[in-house]
T-cell receptor
Framework: GENVEQHPSTLSVQEGDSAVIKCTYS??????FPWYKQELGKRPQLIID?????GEKKDQRIAVTLNKTAKHFSLHITETQPEDSAVYFC?????????????FGTGTQLKVEL | SAVISQKPSRDICQRGTSLTIQCQVD?????MFWYRQQPGQSLTLIAT?????????ESGFVIDKFPISRPNLTFSTLTVSNMSPEDSSIYLC???????????FGPGTRLLVL
């Protein structure tokens, strides 16, 4: 089955700096890669996703890049703010024929310091 | 996106007992899933809840321990049977409007087994 590795496990940045979280996946058939943000005691919230037919997607301060050949995808947060502090999870899925099942990475605890 | 609710939001149970968790969506959805998130850990898929038929379980999860029902397109239940302290986790349902679309999570049920 699919295996998703995520690094780093913890990340501390100064407010205004950029943060990058990286994931690798094992199943070359995976074609959908969402990122979820989970604040303490809250549900995971989708923040951005990318499908395998594009290499990059951006939404304001958040961007995701995908390298299908290397089976890598990354989350980039620019101009970080204290409210960006949370646990971030990457995931991989095979849509349609794979039944939408998500395999999650181990999570990254992001702390944005003032 | 659909509004998802779960009951109960939290519970404390004695070992050997069972707890049924409900997931209700405010609109019809094709896909419903159940995940487990152990303390400080990532999310692991338990099963896909199939309407009108038996759920599809992931490796390591069995129907006798986690029976699932899905009587219609807006409702599902997960039962945690014969509980032990190792079952202490957050249990989350997620939904996708149609096959191949983004999953959104319910608020979760925090379970503590003593």
């Amino acid at each position: 089955g699919e295996n998703v590795e995520q690094h780093p496990s913890t990340l501390s940045v100064q407010e205004g700096d950029s943060a990058v979280i990286k994931c690798t996946y094992s199943d070359s058939a995976s074609n959908y890669f969402p990122w979820y943000k989970q604040e303490l005691g809250k549900r995971p919230q989708l923040i951005i996703d990318i499908r395998s037919n594009v290499g990059e997607k951006k939404d304001q301060r958040i961007a995701v890049t995908l390298n299908k050949t290397a089976k890598h995808f990354s989350l980039h947060i620019t101009e970080t703010q204290p409210e960006d502090s949370a646990v971030y999870f990457c995931a991989a899925s095979i849509l349609t024929g794979g039944g939408n099942k998500l395999t999650f990475g181990t999570g990254t605890q992001l702390k944005v310091e003032l | 996106s659909a509004v998802i609710s779960q009951k109960p939001s939290r519970d404390i149970c004695q070992r050997g007992t069972s707890l049924t968790i409900q997931c209700q969506v405010d609109s019809q959805v094709t896909m419903m899933f159940w995940y487990r998130q152990q303390p400080g850990q990532s999310l692991t898929l338990i099963a896909t809840a199939n309407q009108g038929s038996e759920a599809t379980y992931e490796s390591g999860f069995v129907i006798d321990k986690f029976p699932i029902s899905r009587p219609n397109l807006t409702f599902s239940t997960l039962t945690v049977s014969n509980m032990s302290p190792e079952d202490s986790s957050i249990y989350l349902c997620s939904v996708a409007q149609v096959l191949g679309e983004t999953q959104y999570f319910g608020p979760g049920t925090r379970l503590l087994v003593l």
